[in-house]
């Protein structure tokens, strides 16, 4: 079956760096997706990895091994607005994203 | 660029009545546009896939007569929720997906629903 796992909820302190990761596991694969979701809105796009490595974009990074099925979101020098639920995405062979649950980040000061 | 709305933002209606929900690309073709649902503290769940001019493909365990979708046009897709229940009550998000960056879906800020 088709599979995403990240870890629930996270908590880190403003200023810091977090990494949440994510596995998965689908039918064919054309590349994986993070989006940012604050609590009561809909989810933004941050970013898109097909090729291995890291794609760095100011303070966010993600990261891509498809030969390991896992893949990173990096946050630098947090900030408070970075609370939210980070979501990881993989698209399958028919171009379909299959979900993961969903990392809430919790940041304290 | 890459704009999509959804109207209402939110509604409340009495159990048993229809609601129309509307998704527009307001700046690129939508070839594909995506209905997610999404439950309170739960993840986005897909609902059904439609293509500009065909008929909208629907998940397992998703209602065709009841969650109406209809893709008339490359910037429009509508979704009905007939005769609503409480049990409907969720947070419903469009997504689109076309234009130059074609494998990224943009979401609208969705719709929250809420059944009497």
């Known amino acids: 079956g088709q599979n995403i796992d990240q870890p629930t909820e996270m908590t880190a302190t403003e200023g810091a760096i977090v990494q949440i990761n994510c596995t998965y596991q689908?039918?064919?694969?054309?590349?994986l997706f993070w989006y940012q979701q604050h609590a009561g809105e809909a989810p933004t796009f941050l970013s898109y990895?097909?090729l291995d490595g890291l794609e760095e974009k100011g303070r966010f990074s993600s990261f891509l091994s498809r030969s390991k099925g896992y893949s990173y979101l990096l946050l630098k020098e947090l900030q408070m607005k970075d609370s939210a639920s980070y979501l990881c995405?993989?698209?399958?062979?028919?171009?379909?994203?299959?979900w993961g649950a969903g990392t809430k980040l919790i940041i304290k000061p | 660029g890459a704009v999509v709305s959804q109207h209402p933002s939110w509604v409340i209606c009495k159990s048993g009545t229809s609601v129309k929900i509307e998704c527009r690309s307001l700046?690129?073709?939508?070839?594909?546009m995506f209905w997610y649902r999404q439950f309170p503290k739960q993840s986005l769940m897909l609902m059904a896939t439609?293509?500009?001019?065909?008929?909208?493909?629907?998940e397992q365990g998703v209602e065709k007569d009841k969650f109406l979708i209809n893709h008339a046009s490359l910037t429009l897709s509508t979704l009905t929720v007939t005769s609503a229940h409480p049990e409907d009550s969720s947070f419903y998000i469009c997504?689109?997906?076309?234009?130059?960056?074609?494998?990224?879906?943009?979401f609208g800020p969705g719709t929250r629903l809420t059944v009497l």
């Open positions: 997504s689109a997906k076309g234009g130059s960056q074609w494998e990224w879906q943009f």
């Open positions: 995405a993989a698209m399958d062979s028919n171009y379909q994203l299959i």
């Open positions: 700046d690129f073709q939508a070839t594909t």
């Open positions: 689908t039918s064919g694969f054309n590349g």
């Open positions: 990895n097909v």
């Open positions: 439609s293509n500009e001019g065909s008929k909208a493909t629907y």
